[in-house]
C-alpha cells in the first residue's frame, strides 16, 4: 500500500488556497501535511509513515481540509463582494 497522497482543495486562486489550508492543519495540530507541486499545481502531501494511524485519523485530516478549505473560500467570497 502506498502510504503518500496528493489531493487538492479546488477553488479560486487554488494554489493559495491550498497553501493555507495546509498552514492551517500544521497550526491547528491536527495534521501536519506539507505541499508539492504536480504537473505545475500546488497540492497537498499526507505522507501516513506512523504505524498508529487509523481510519479515524485519515477522516479528521480530511474533515479539517474541507472545513479550512470552506471557511477560507467563504472569506474570501465575502471580501470581494462590494
Avoid: M, W
Wanted: net charge negative; with cysteine; proline share 2%.
Amino acid at each position: 500500500a502506498l502510504n503518500i497522497v496528493c489531493f487538492r482543495y479546488r477553488g479560486e486562486s487554488a494554489d493559495d488556497l491550498n497553501r493555507d489550508i495546509v498552514a492551517d492543519l500544521q497550526e491547528s495540530g491536527i495534521a501536519a501535511p506539507s505541499t508539492i507541486t504536480v504537473n505545475g499545481c500546488l497540492a497537498i502531501r499526507a505522507a501516513i509513515v506512523n504505524h498508529r494511524t487509523g481510519e479515524n485519523d485519515i477522516d479528521a485530516l480530511i474533515r479539517a481540509v474541507i472545513a479550512f478549505g470552506s471557511a477560507r473560500a467563504d472569506r474570501s467570497s465575502k471580501a470581494s463582494q462590494p
